[in-house]
């Protein structure tokens, strides 16, 4: 039975710019499991409604559908347990929890703000009236507010990364000596950037920047490869 | 060979305050090892001069000495592999490093903040023109600003809880069923806060307050029992 995975499409249809998408097109290359992605736009609500709510990633495996990045990764972990393991043991798996909340809740609203203008540039026609009004009525200010004070707001995303470049500068990988799911929920982050804006969010040797150029070329350039802004050090 | 804990002291000796310190009381009883604590003041860096650094906790074990709580942390689950896990795994042990890195970070900086006033008010007369002069140093402004201003810095605090409270709200502890080093990374805070403050930090229904107490009742009520200020749904 295939795997299929609705993934969030820009302009273009190769242009998958989700970051809660790439954890999980990550954890899936990290578990050998091939998929068949599904571009889909904000405004198709009813080609996922099956699923039972309105948003992607939603993955369906045998015959199963599970929507929201975190479900996928714990269904992946139980149903595949003899492939490489996403969080490596039961304490892993709790405390890749707080760090799922710290990118969901800190990180990627920094990052959202900081280059909520590039996504705007980059979302299919379909979808520019709906992510202005969602996210205009969201923040309660215009995306044109957002980019007249990027600095600020990269001001913000930078002091946010400081336990993560802490961690980084310790450990090649937040899950240690190699990644798990940990690193993806990150690494989403920066990859959703990659997809949407050149705006450099990074220096060329910060440890992040160091991690994150290992992870773009992970399962043969997986994220590395796809449609997106050249990051530096690796290559475009 | 009696295993020795240096812990920073308030004007009584029995006023343990350090979050640092309270990590390691807590993996120490996780550990099921025994301890005598020796009081220590910020003044008093020559009684720790052995330790070739001048900040507690200092562990001394089998003759050897052990400063920083992270390093005691590792040291003690590496030594005492047979005793109960405080990670519980490579991985979890890694991402445990995050949470050590944001609580230091991110955590106790904005909680500092929010009862440095507090802390003056209960340090050693030894200690007063230390802690003043090297925190105000640091923050390039007075104690009294700090106290003046406490419903911002308290704000603060507040939006900082946010990935720590939906961690907590999906589970009992951050190591998951049970608790782990992570929690007493975090736990340590909310100690150092009771041991100092009588400012209410959490409101009694907050899944965060409910985790507490339940640290606060572990081990016998270690941490209970110490010195300090009762905090809602607990015995003073």
Redesign the interface.
Known sequence: MTRVLYELAGAEEDRRFSPYCWRVRMALAHKGLDVDTRPWRFVEKPNIAFSGQDKVPVLIDEGRAIADSWAIATYLEDAYPDAP?L?????????????N??A???LQPALLKTVIGDIFDHVHESDREYFRQSREARFGTTIESFRNERDRWFGEFRAVL???R??LS??P?????SQ?Y?DYIVFGAFQFARCISPFPLLAADDPISLWRARLLESFDHLAGRAKGYSVPGTPS
């Not at 043991?89 to 707080?98: S, T």
């Not at 990988?173 to 000596?177: E, I, P, S, W």
Request: glycine residues 16%; aromatic residues 12%; charged residues 20%.
């Open positions: 393991a969080f490596g043991g039961d304490k892993a798996r709790h405390l890749a929890r707080f760090v909340n710290w969901d809740g800190v400081a336990p993560l802490a961690t310790a450990q990988y937040l899950g240690g000596d798990n940990a």
